[in-house]
């Protein structure tokens, strides 16, 4: 792996005097974490990459990054080479609006047609697969598309949208098309939390710099506490660039989770152990957290 020849390189070395390299989703449900940033002069402290999921997996992976964002199953693949950060994800207890399958047919009707899967993510595959083989008991024939939906929908019965795309597919249901939200559809399978993504470092990085770590943690914790506290505002603001009302977008982003406590860490085992049966793991790792000190307890959420 090219993130390992990286690290051997500088095995022994101190890393350059840089900010760190720290990974931004650019997708609306990331917002409330970044926001803050900006109003603190976080940003100054840090490199920022954006990208779309799969592209900040590659690139954490390849030690082009050193704290970012990673599809969790992405995590749990790589958890030799990655730690956690505590109390931040990605996640839902329950509906989530931005990780859709719309389909042409009742999902019980998807054996051996086709299912194009945005190319944009890795957990939602994952979680489509669960859903679909394990709660449905059927097994689509799955190929992997850029997020147009028109499109997918040319060459196929279903689609699997993530992010920006999956909330403006969610008005489809008024097209005779039905429009299943895969948050929702874990917690009726499991009843459990379901981690979409985690903030995870290069273990090497965080060996070598763990001040910066606990900068970029708590920076991050300021940024969401912030953010948590004016979600009116956002909305109303992301509404002047975005074809949702302020409404929505508030809605939007009281509905998402971002804490990690013991709940959450139960879901993202339980999404292991349901992907390991797939064969989509060849394990169930440990869940390995930076040890901040006290940095956890300056800007810990409740995450219970």
């Known amino acids: 792996m090219r993130g390992e020849h990286v690290d051997e390189l500088t095995a022994g070395l101190d890393y350059p005097l840089r900010p760190p390299r720290v990974g931004h989703i650019q997708f609306l449900n990331c917002l409330p974490l970044y926001h803050g940033l900006v109003k603190s002069h976080g940003l100054l402290d840090v490199e920022l990459r954006k990208g ?26 790589h958890h030799r080479d990655l730690m956690l950060l505590p109390d931040i994800t990605v996640s839902s207890d329950g509906e989530v609006k931005s990780i859709t399958l719309v389909s042409r047919v009742p999902l019980a009707e998807l054996d051996g047609r086709a299912l194009a899967l945005t190319d944009t993510s890795a957990t939602s595959h994952v979680l489509t697969r669960i859903i679909l083989e394990r709660r449905y008991g059927v097994c689509p024939n799955y190929f992997v598309s850029p997020p147009d939906v028109d499109r997918m929908l040319q060459r196929a019965d279903a689609a699997l949208l993530i992010g920006d795309p999956a909330l403006r597919a969610l008005g489809l249901g008024a097209q005779g098309l039905y429009v299943h939200d895969l948050g929702q559809e874990w917690k009726e399978y499991t009843g459990q939390t379901m981690v979409y993504a985690v903030w995870a470092v290069r273990r090497a990085f965080a060996a070598r710099k763990p001040d910066m770590v606990r900068e970029v943690y708590l920076n991050f914790q300021r940024s969401l506490s912030y953010s948590l506290s004016k979600v009116d505002e956002i909305a109303l603001a992301s509404a002047r660039w975005e074809p949702f009302s302020a409404a929505e977008l508030a809605a939007y982003f009281r509905g998402l989770r971002f804490e990690f406590g013991t709940r959450y860490q139960a879901g993202l085992l339980e999404f292991a152990r349901q992907a390991q049966g797939l064969g989509e793991l060849q394990e169930v790792p440990p869940l390995e957290f930076v040890s901040l000190g006290c940095a956890i307890e300056e800007g810990k959420p409740d995450g219970a």
Do not use: A, K
Request: glycine residues 4%; aromatic residues 4%; charged residues 25%.
């Open 52 to 77: 779309t999921p799969t592209e900040l997996n590659r690139m954490l992976l390849r030690g082009e990054l050193d704290v970012s964002p990673i599809s969790s199953v992405e995590y749990l693949r």
